[in-house]
């Protein structure tokens, strides 16, 4: 079986919504399901394979058991599996956050760093997340406004609508705000430096913790540098690269390619359903659903009514 169909693992932090269970089908995390874990080989958060030999295992399990060459050469620079795809469900306004560099994450926290992407699928009508400072400031004055906090006076509020891509590099100060709706494309890592959570508190009633000294220490203190997709090639970086696909079921019913041996492919559903066909396997797909195609498992074709995002190492 070349088409894998993976099952998220669902996540029910507090600021979530329920859209995806009754949008996207996803299995409810809790109460709120905030976020589905798509493509994730983080440990005790793995996908599961829902078909072929492989049923019930997990990727980690799989690629554990074929071999690292599912994952195709381009990712032999990595030590770990480089990416992890999400759907975010922001019912509420996320904290204000920060994700360190490789490099500084190895050293502390024994992970990656985590550089991210993301894909507005939805946003309500003034929805709008925060992206870097308006303006270059000092250590201090980020430290002072996180202690009095006044920090969103001085961040870069972005309105946002179907169709954004928003990439945010390590050491980029950021958080979703409430009424969006997205897919993440980021690093394999679960590294999150808290400055600032509105006081919220969790559901045992204990403030969330914040991570002021390690923020201060890995954020870029001035403004993002916004940058621009092109056509239907919308991300690319070192660990990553992902292309959007629509099918309008008319005049455009079909998209063809190759998986080769230099890279895995991952085709995440966003709407709309149709049949993917990889050598001789045939499955149909619909909203929401997520596909692993390993290295080397030649030509694909995608057919039906969708849009889609596709990630690969480039």
């Known amino acids: 079986m070349a088409i894998l169909k993976l099952k998220a693992a669902t996540k029910d932090y507090l600021w979530g919504g329920n859209k995806l269970v009754t949008d996207f089908g996803k299995t409810p995390a809790g109460d709120v399901t905030a976020e589905s874990w798509e493509l994730s080989c983080y440990p005790g958060s793995e996908s599961v394979i829902e078909n072929g030999d492989f049923a019930g ?8 058991e074929k071999g690292k060459g599912v994952l195709g050469s381009k990712c032999g620079k990595f030590e770990d599996f480089p990416v992890l795809i999400k759907f975010i469900d922001a019912k509420k306004d996320l904290s204000l956050q920060v994700h360190p560099s490789d490099e500084y994450a190895r050293k502390y926290e024994n992970q990656y760093g985590k550089t991210e992407m993301w894909y507005i699928i939805d946003a309500e009508e003034d929805a709008f997340l925060y992206y870097g400072f308006k303006r270059e400031i000092s250590k201090e004055e980020f430290a002072r406004r996180i202690e ?107 998209i063809t390619g190759t998986v080769s041996d230099e890279t895995f492919l991952h085709i995440l559903i966003l709407d709309g359903q149709g049949r993917i066909v990889n050598g001789s396997d045939e499955l149909e797909y619909k909203k929401g659903d997520s596909f692993f195609l390993p290295a080397g498992s030649g030509d694909y074709e995608i057919t039906g009514k969708c849009e889609a995002l596709i990630t690969y190492e480039e």
């Open 57 to 64: 295992k997990t990727i980690t399990d799989y690629i554990s």
């Open 148 to 254: 009095d906090q006044t920090l969103t006076e001085v961040l870069n509020p972005y309105h946002v609508k179907k169709g954004d891509v928003v990439f945010i590099e390590s050491g980029t100060i950021h958080a979703i705000g409430a009424g969006i709706l997205l897919a993440e494309i980021q690093q394999n890592s679960n590294v999150t430096y808290r400055v600032y959570d509105y006081g919220r508190r969790d559901k045992n009633g204990n403030l969330r913790e914040l991570h002021v000294d390690k923020a201060l220490e890995v954020t870029t203190l001035a403004p993002a540098k916004r940058v621009d997709p092109v056509d239907g090639h919308i991300g690319s970086c070192k660990y990553f690269a992902v292309d959007r696909v629509t099918l309008s079921g008319k005049i455009t019913d079909k």
